[in-house]
């Protein structure tokens, strides 16, 4: 038998060591964004945007609260990203548990498994960056008794409490949600993100949406939803879909990155950008809402923004109530992104705006031949592409 | 003073909790990939890609090995997406360590401080999917000492521990450990994908290096490099390069996902794709090698090349040695992806390819009229337009 005082030794080490292993390393809150150049700056190279021009006062990231409905493969990433780039405040909504399933995707660890993903995405979230504030709302929005409280939650999730949040970004995984989602958002008069990533994993899209400026979500489900799935319906059958680390790390960055775009004023902010993995091909829309759009609050939002005095911008063509083709059951019009865009020039047309033409690499006087057919694109045209890709 | 009994008692229950915190949760190996769609099952999502027809044989990436050398802001992510992917073998390099100034990237968290890089990406990673072997490698590849040994672990780096690693794929921030690579690939004919981000953060690519077959590093150098910098350099200055997760994850995404397309054989793989942030910008084209390559196995390798019987694909027109342009002082040229594509139109001429085009979306018969001056893209105004985005 072991005296006491060995006893007394043996606790205390493994005190200590225990002590180790629950502190491991965390870091203290950090009172102001510091741009110097010492290994134990977790800001240095954020701040470093603002010496390379690309930022102005990068620190007011610290003034902006976000919304991020849904912590699966893409949610989860794009929580870790903005988390890691100081945002003010991040509010988590999901009500899956972390699975083993999820490990193909970035993110979750196998001991988290179990856990409630709201839980475990805020304790590594606060244990990466305590200087983020971060609320966990695990309950189910599209469910009668959470719709209120998600829109509660959202107007005034604002940094002061009090005001909506700076944006909501979508990651959830089926229509009923993006649905819920897009009724608060019309309502509220929030801009938001959406994204999603194909069923069959190599294929992806993020989509802004600003109330009456921009397709709702209402104005045109098939183009958006075609390949989504609910993975709950897929499992009952014994099957589910597949996923990639790759595709949804790429969607998660690529919305992440549009929002700091928005949040912070640099760049041009995408309107609907995809990703087809396949053949890496990226492409760039603007979707016009629709006018009659069964949202009350979209068809309100438009009319609004119809009376809006436009500073500087180009007239927008008044838009007939007439379908713009025979089979266009959503009555959707494409609209040239450039028009939302200072200085762009104002020539291109409508229809899809070519990657290559958006380059600032083109600074030549002569602008490049518009290929023909583009500023007539049909939605059915359209449509079947998306499906493609 | 505590009885024995009661310290005895104390000295259990801390050995209890500090054997959870040390084990917790993870997982023991996998024998065989399985499709069963339970939630304790890491690789139904992936084996999915299989009955959704993207892929054949998903389990044959057990039998590949990958060498990701830098393991920062985007290799230590390249390296973890490929472990969730579950690769067979993944050799890391690296020499640097762990600093809280990595915390603005995924990854890392700020209880590695401190430790090297390679090993604090080893523990996660085995933690995440210890079916993956990791093997580490912490030092300079550029230094005379570690080069041959860098040489032989890639050259014997295969599954089977004889034969060369399947992909070496470049993460690293400057240009000395490009070059490194780039020798040891052309010496030993292997086909490795470089990557890299801009020192402003908001632009980043991935090339694909075929030895002999695509411009090797030395070919080209000032296209690749322009904006790369060397951290220690800047450093030194009391300034820093500018990062962010988004674009590092974004770059990481595009190089693992063409990696999957390379191991196991679907979609088409990207040679040279560019990624913009500002404007979501994603340029792709093929480089050729440069006759008057100084690097001797690069030559060596284009003779070879030169030799060897192409089936199918369409006679690649014979370059001379003289440079296409005036001031072409690298002699690179440029040619059409769609070379190397099966199937793909052979009218489209050289030049820069428009990412709208790449999409199998066009599936009428009339192609889109060609931009004017696509064939005819002089390497300076590539430089210019790389530079710019």
Redesign the interface.
């Known amino acids: ?2 005296s ?1 005082e060995e ?2 030794e ?2 205390a080490t ?2 200590s ?2 002590q180790r ?2 502190n ?4 203290g809150k950090i009172e102001k964004m510091s741009a110097e ?10 701040m ?2 603002q ?4 930022v102005t006062e990068y620190e007011r990231i610290r003034g902006k609260s976000v919304a991020v409905v849904g912590v699966g493969g893409v949610g989860s ?1 794009t929580a ?2 903005l988390t ?3 945002i003010g405040k991040l509010i988590l909504f999901d009500y899956d548990k972390v ?3 999820n ?4 993110f979750y ?5 179990g856990l409630s993903k709201v839980e475990a995405a805020a304790r590594t979230l606060s ?3 305590p200087d983020v504030e971060i609320l966990t709302n695990n309950y189910n929005i599209t469910l009668v008794e959470h719709f209120d409280q998600f829109m509660s939650t959202i107007s005034t999730g604002g940094i002061d409490g009090k005001s909506p949040v700076d944006l909501v970004l979508s990651c959830v995984d089926n229509f009923e949600a993006r649905m819920a989602i897009n009724t608060a958002c019309n309502e509220l008069n929030l801009n938001w993100y959406e994204s999603g990533v194909s ?4 294929s992806g899209h993020i989509q802004l949406i600003k109330p009456g400026e921009t397709a709702c979500f209402a104005c045109a489900p098939p183009l958006i939803v075609a390949e989504n799935i609910d993975e709950k319906t ?2 009952r059958d ?10 949804m ?2 969607v ?3 919305l ?3 929002a ?2 928005y949040l912070l004023g ?3 902010v ?1 309107d609907y ?1 995809g990703y ?9 829309i603007t979707l016009r809402p629709n006018k009659t759009c069964e949202d009350r609050f979209c068809i309100q939002r438009q009319k609004e923004f119809e009376l809006k005095p436009k500073p500087e911008a180009p007239v927008v063509e008044e838009a007939s109530n007439e379908p713009l083709h025979e089979d266009n059951e959503f009555g959707i019009e494409i609209i040239n992104e450039s028009v939302e865009e200072k200085g762009a020039p104002q020539s291109q047309g409508q229809g ?1 705006r ?3 033409e ?6 030549e006087p002569s602008a ?2 518009e ?3 583009a500023d007539d694109v049909s939605l059915e045209e359209l449509m ?3 499906k ?2």
Do not use: W
């Open positions: 038998m072991s006491i006893l007394q043996k606790v493994l005190e060591e225990l292993h629950k491991a390393g965390g870091r150049v010492v290994d134990s700056n977790p800001y240095s190279r954020l470093a945007l010496r390379m021009g690309i990433v870790d990203m890691r780039c100081g699975e083993l399933a490990m193909n995707r970035l660890t196998p001991d988290q498994a244990f990466i960056n069923e069959n994993a190599v897929l499992k014994g099957v589910c879909a597949a996923s990639l680390p790759t595709t790390g790429i998660a960055g690529l992440v990155q549009n700091l775009k640099f760049g041009e995408s950008l087809s993995a396949l053949n890496d091909f990226f492409p760039k899809l070519y990657a290559y958006s380059g600032d690499a083109h600074s490049p031949p290929p023909s057919g079947a592409q998306m493609k890709i």
